[in-house]
C-alpha cells in the first residue's frame, strides 16, 4: 500500500496495490473532475511531484505527450502508485463527499503513520 499526499490541501490518502490513483482517492471518499476514466481523455490529469508511479495498462501518446512523461504528468486513472507520491491537483476540485469514507482513510493513515514503518512494507 502507499500513502498519497495530495497537494496543495495536504490531504493524506490510503491506496490499496494495484489501485489507481482515481479509485484510491474515490475509496476514501474524495471526488474531482474526471472524464471517461480509461485514458482515454486527459482531463485526469494530476503532477507527481515526488514518487513513482506506472500504468496498468498502456496509454495513447495522443493522450500523454512524451514531454508529459518526463515531467511528472500523471494519468490519475490509470496510474498505480509504486511508493508513496506527493501529487498535485490541477484544479481545486479535489472535495470530500463521502465523510465515512474519509474517516475511514483518515484512520487508516493514522495507523501507519503511528505504526512507524513505510508503507510498503506493511
Ligand atoms: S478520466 Fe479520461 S483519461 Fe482519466
Not at 496543495?8 to 472524464?35: F, N
Amino acid at each position: 500500500m502507499a500513502t498519497i499526499i495530495v497537494q496543495p490541501s495536504g490531504t493524506q490518502i490510503h491506496v490499496e496495490p494495484g489501485d489507481t490513483l482515481l479509485a484510491g482517492l474515490q475509496k476514501a471518499g474524495y471526488a474531482y473532475t474526471v472524464g471517461c476514466r480509461r485514458g482515454g481523455c486527459g482531463i485526469c490529469k494530476v503532477d507527481v511531484v515526488d514518487g513513482e508511479f506506472s500504468y496498468n495498462r498502456p496509454v495513447a501518446d495522443t493522450v500523454i505527450t512524451d514531454e508529459e512523461r518526463g515531467d511528472g504528468t500523471c494519468l490519475s486513472c490509470r496510474a498505480v502508485a509504486e511508493c508513496d507520491l506527493v501529487i498535485e491537483m490541477r484544479d481545486a476540485s479535489l472535495r470530500l463527499v463521502n465523510p465515512l469514507l474519509g474517516t475511514i482513510n483518515a484512520a487508516r493513515c493514522d495507523r501507519e503513520r503511528s505504526a512507524g514503518t513505510p508503507p510498503e512494507e506493511q
